[in-house]
């Protein structure tokens, strides 16, 4: 059994994955909340966010990129996606 990620592994994760440090420590939060750190969560829900296109891909000479929007439909489709997966 995999012990569950503290919030800092599961910002580098996802700072790794989107190729962002600055701005991402929120969405980490949020994900590391609702999955408690365990790491099948953790992807499961990174992956269903990036289905529904929720996630952008960070590219250093572009404008910022991270999660797609910040009002509260996004943050409703945020949670509506954690529920489908159990966390």
């Given at each position: 059994?995999?012990?569950?990620?503290?919030?800092?592994?599961?910002?580098?994760?996802?700072?790794?994955?989107?190729?962002?440090?600055?701005?991402?420590?929120?969405l980490a939060e949020l994900?590391?909340?609702?999955?408690?750190?365990?790491?099948?969560?953790?992807?499961?829900?990174l992956n269903a966010l990036?289905?529904?296109?929720?996630?952008?891909?960070?590219?250093?000479?572009?404008?910022?990129?991270g999660i797609k929007g910040?009002?509260?439909?996004?943050?409703?489709?945020?949670?509506?996606?954690?529920?489908?997966?159990?966390?």
């Amino acid at each position: 059994m995999l012990d569950p990620l503290s919030l800092a592994e599961v910002t580098e994760l996802i700072s790794d994955t989107l190729n962002n440090s600055e701005t991402i420590q929120p969405l980490a939060e949020l994900i590391w909340s609702k999955t408690g750190g365990n790491p099948f969560f953790v992807m499961q829900l990174l992956n269903a966010l990036d289905r529904e296109k929720l996630l952008k891909f960070y590219f250093p000479h572009l404008p910022y990129s991270g999660i797609k929007g910040s009002g509260s439909g996004t943050l409703r489709r945020f949670r509506v996606l954690a529920s489908q997966i159990g966390v």
